[in-house]
């Protein structure tokens, strides 16, 4: 083999090594979702009513938190009249598990449109702010429904023992303060619903910072190399 083939595999294998260590840190997940259908039994003012709504959950940060949406796919109840636009107010709780213990309360705006009577009931998404307080894997899972309506008052609750619809590795902020979560409605950054992959926060932005880092280490050592291995075979023998 010729000193300029090894030259040539010697960067080769330089250049592979680092997008390959680049690749592995940007890889580590930090959260992952996965939408689960729950199975509400409802006790409303007319009787009990069931209903099953697929649940989705997104995270994105939010200071030294992140901001929970949920989502749910279908309706769940339903009035024997009919409710105006604005009449409806949702509410729920989240389930905290794994790392943190506790609920999450999540709220959402009232009814944008008018509810038809003995339709499912379209809950708007729900969203609540989670502070972490301890640092470790943290589940997401749908706990009960509440929908205030005409001076009435529905509760929904999942009968079905969910999985988490979202799981979270979060670092905690030592202890410092802030509760597991607090009620937050609205805001500009409203998670989109549906299921799949959802948006990468918190470790996640440290790990692809530690991956550029690597591959650049390892492409400058490559560079390294070539320079040495070019400068040996241009000096004189």
Sequence with gaps: MSYRTYQKRTAAFALSAALAGSAVLMAAPSASATVQDVNYQCKTPIGNKGAVS??????????????????????VSSSPVELGKGAMSPSAVIQLGGAESGTLPVSGPPNAEAIPANTPIKISDLSGTYTPKKSGHVTFTAGVLTIKALG?????????????????????????????????TGGSQSAPSGGGELPQTGPEDSAIALGTLGGTVLLAGAAGTLWLTRRRQGSPR
Excluded at 156 to 180: I, M, R
């Design 54 to 75: 697929p649940i989705d959950m997104k995270s994105v940060r939010s200071g030294s938190g992140y901001k929970i949406t949920m989502s749910f796919q279908k309706g």
């Design 152 to 184: 009435t008052t529905t509760t929904c609750t999942p009968s079905n023992k969910p999985k988490p619809s979202l799981e979270l590795d979060v670092k905690g902020a030592g202890g410092s303060g802030g509760s597991a979560g607090s009620g937050s």
